[in-house]
T-cell receptor
Framework: DVKVTQSSRYLVKRTGEKVFLECVQDMDHENMFWYRQDPGLGLRLIYFSYDVKMKEKGDIPEGYSVSREKKERFSLILESASTNQTSMYLC????WGQGVSYEQYFGPGTRLTVT | AQSVTQLGSHVSVSEGALVLLRCNYSSSVPPYLFWYVQYPNQGLQLLLKYTSAATLVKGINGFEAEFKKSETSFHLTKPSAHMSDAAEYFCAVSGGTGANSKLTFGKGITLSVRP
């Protein structure tokens, strides 16, 4: 089974702090994704990465950055946390190649509160 | 471009009743389609997927979905609801091509099950 882990389940940070959310997967998947989930808005893609050191902006990248130095690890960085970044953050991975259907496997989520 | 429409945000059924959650999609290429379930404070779990094989797809926990190209639909059903089915359900579509294939998610539907 694919295992996707996230560094924290719950996190409370202060406005202006730099926040790191980390995601680790053990299935050698090429693609990794960061979403935020808010009531009534569904999942919104922040950034994704299809290879080490490669990244592409998703739908809402403002205020966020990412880092992928190793294939199994994908970090989301909030450079200066703001209260409107209070949300549930979900990491996901998917394989790439012939015959795959690109389903994504999700971590348990990190519920971030910025006060 | 791809999109997913899940009409309504909340469905309530009695235990033992039929569950029907609707999903309509738009895709410029033959799609891959997915249903995910999310229990409170957890990540998303894959329920089932359509990848251009059989149009009726069976998933976990007794759920199934039928791909209807003429209606651009992929509705999720379960003949008899159980209390443990109460969760949020997301439909997603992938273009299924390219190394960077992403999923586009609907806004989700919350399913409540009444005793």
């Amino acid at each position: 089974d694919v295992k996707v882990t996230q560094s924290s389940r719950y996190l409370v940070k202060r406005t202006g702090e730099k926040v790191f959310l980390e995601c680790v997967q053990d299935m050698d998947h090429e693609n990794m994704f960061w979403y935020r989930q808010d009531p009534g808005l569904g999942l919104r893609l922040i950034y994704f990465s299809y290879d080490v050191k490669m990244k592409e902006k998703g739908d809402i990248p403002e205020g966020y950055s990412v880092s992928r130095e190793k294939k199994e690890r994908f970090s989301l960085i909030l450079e200066s946390a703001s209260t409107n970044q209070t949300s549930m953050y979900l990491c996901a991975t998917s394989a790439w190649g012939q015959g795959v259907s690109y389903e994504q496997y999700f971590g348990p989520g990190t519920r971030l509160t910025v006060t | 471009a791809q999109s997913v429409t899940q009409l309504g945000s909340h469905v309530s059924v009695s235990e033992g009743a039929l569950v029907l959650l609707r999903c309509n999609y738009s895709s410029s290429v033959p799609p891959y389609l997915f249903w995910y379930v999310q229990y409170p404070n957890q990540g998303l779990q894959l329920l089932l997927k359509y990848t251009s094989a059989a149009t009726l797809v069976k998933g976990i926990n007794g759920f199934e979905a039928e791909f209807k190209k003429s209606e651009t639909s992929f509705h999720l059903t379960k003949p008899s609801a159980h209390m443990s089915d109460a969760a949020e359900y997301f439909c997603a579509v992938s273009g299924g091509t390219g190394a960077n294939s992403k999923l586009t998610f609907g806004k989700g539907i919350t399913l409540s099950v009444r005793p």
